[in-house]
């Protein structure tokens, strides 16, 4: 068992998009905010959400939403009927 938690470093904060959108966890539902570097957003809920705090853990916490779960799972049946 090899813990995969990520290193508490302070990284350059434009980086951390372009880490996140190429996640294979995140790609296709994570983007830029208009809001700036302290938010993000997310294309199947269509909002804005702040990561100015936990950073890629409030996008994991935003992922296990019932809103995101819910648009997620919406958007995926859409695609594959
Ligand atoms: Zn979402």
Redesign the pocket.
């Known amino acids: 068992m090899v813990p995969s938690l990520p290193k508490k470093k302070k990284r350059v904060a434009s980086c951390k998009y372009l880490i996140w959108e190429n996640d294979v966890k995140y790609r296709g ?1 994570l983007s830029k905010s208009t809001l700036g570097l302290s938010h993000a957003f ?6 804005d ?1 702040t990561v100015d705090h936990g950073g890629l853990n409030d996008v994991s916490k ?2 296990s ?1 019932a ?2 779960q819910k ?2 799972n919406a958007q995926n049946i859409t695609k594959a009927v």
């Open positions: 539902w997310c294309k199947v809920c269509n909002r959400f935003h992922s939403t809103l995101h648009s997620f």
